[in-house]
């Protein structure tokens, strides 16, 4: 079942989702060659802890850290560690936090140093993948109009969508209904309704769009070691239009 939030519930949400966006902005700027992944996972909670909130995906199914950072061919949910990052590399932060009992969530990829022209393309279409997943949200649309028009831009700049694993409703908890995978056709799947909150999260690949588990049991990378990309923003449904929450 698919929760509702009140214009108050969307409220305080977009309250978290602006201290969540000024958090990922300050790890932007940390993001240098030598940084390792484990530093910027403990300025991470720090800032979180300063500004009110609690780490929520510390503890989740186990989960150790505050972020998953994810680093060129790995795609989502890496743990932090010891690992330096390098010229040309790509870093994939994912960041959550638990606001006044409701939940946020985003992610950004950002280039470390100098990194190639398709590199820099892959990004780009990510992000612009990403917006128009977006402005897809509204109430007269379904879910399946979001999936296929990130699909299709995607697929047309020569690059391919995950299929495994997809964007997800949120609030209370971290992760609600309904699914929304980056992948579908146009008029299918539940229809969009007001007060509906909810994380759309391209997860883009350069080469083949088959992923697999690494051994630590949290990590997924490319099955090609292809270069993949993820970015994110929780999304509320007004009668106005979409509004996203995890904006300055």
Excluded at 106 to 121: L, N, Y
Aim: aromatic share 6%.
């Amino acid at each position: 079942m698919i929760s509702l939030k009140t214009k108050e519930e969307i409220g305080v949400m977009r309250e978290g989702g602006k201290i969540l966006a000024k958090i990922m902005e300050k790890l932007e700027e940390k993001v240098k060659i030598g940084i390792t992944t484990e530093e910027l996972d403990e300025i991470a909670e720090s800032l979180i802890l300063k500004s009110g909130g609690k780490p929520n995906f510390k503890g989740y199914e186990g989960f150790p850290a505050t972020i998953c950072a994810s680093i060129n061919e790995e795609l989502v949910h890496c743990l932090p560690s010891t690992r330096t990052l390098k010229e040309g590399d790509i870093i994939s932060i994912d960041i959550g936090m638990k606001y006044k009992g409701f939940h946020t969530d985003m992610a950004r990829t950002f280039p470390v140093g100098k990194i190639s022209f398709e590199t820099q393309r892959l990004i780009k279409v990510t992000k612009k993948a990403l917006k128009r997943g977006i402005k897809k949200a509204k109430i007269t649309a379904q879910f399946g109009d979001i999936s296929n028009t990130i699909q299709r831009y995607v697929e047309t700049q020569g690059f391919n969508v995950v299929r495994e694993l997809s964007g997800h409703g949120i609030g209370k908890l971290l992760h609600e209904e309904p699914k929304i995978p980056n992948f579908g056709k146009r008029h299918s799947g539940i229809k969009i309704k007001e007060g509906m909150v909810f994380c759309i999260e391209p997860m883009v690949t350069v080469g083949d769009w088959k992923i697999e588990k690494a051994k630590d049991g949290f990590c997924f990378k490319t099955k090609d070691n292809s270069l993949s990309c993820h970015f994110e923003d929780m999304i509320a449904i007004t009668k106005k239009g979409p509004i996203v929450l995890t904006k300055l």
